[in-house]
């Protein structure tokens, strides 16, 4: 069973940075796509950046030139580098692993159906 943990959430002021960070255990990450979501209030949930295990990444257009998605496969880990954050980036996010298939691209990592999911940590930006 895959579990995934996240962490490094918390309060920031605007134009602020975060690193979140995701242990993943009971699987190799090396076989898993990885990718965060985040969901805001009262919104439905939205892919924020993915990667497969060789490091080709997608990344949301609003997190475009702020943000790094990096994996450390030996440590079974993932991370997302968030800079100049904005109210708008106040959410819960969510680490998220399916296993990976040779059939996608790794564009297409934010739109493909993640099986495991992390119970999420809240990112809150102040104005």
């Known amino acids: 069973q895959v579990q995934l943990v996240e962490s490094g959430g918390g309060s920031v002021q605007a134009g602020g940075s975060l690193r979140l960070s995701c242990s993943v255990s009971?699987?190799?990450?090396?076989?898993?796509?990885m990718a965060w979501f985040r969901q805001k209030l009262d919104s439905g949930r939205e892919g924020v950046a993915a990667?497969?295990?060789?490091?080709?990444?997608v990344y949301a257009e609003f997190m475009k030139g702020r943000s790094t998605i990096s994996r450390n496969n030996a440590k079974n880990t993932l991370e997302l580098q968030i800079d100049n954050l904005t109210p708008a980036d106040t959410a819960i996010y969510y680490c998220?692993?399916?296993?990976?298939?040779?059939?996608?691209?790794?564009?297409?990592?934010?739109?493909?159906?993640?099986?495991?999911w992390g119970r999420g940590t809240q990112v809150t930006v102040s104005s």
């Open positions: 009971g699987y190799g990450s090396s076989d898993l796509y």
């Open positions: 998220a692993a399916a296993l990976q298939d040779p059939h996608h691209r790794a564009t297409d990592l934010l739109l493909i159906d993640y099986t495991y």
């Open positions: 990667a497969d295990s060789d490091g080709n990444a």
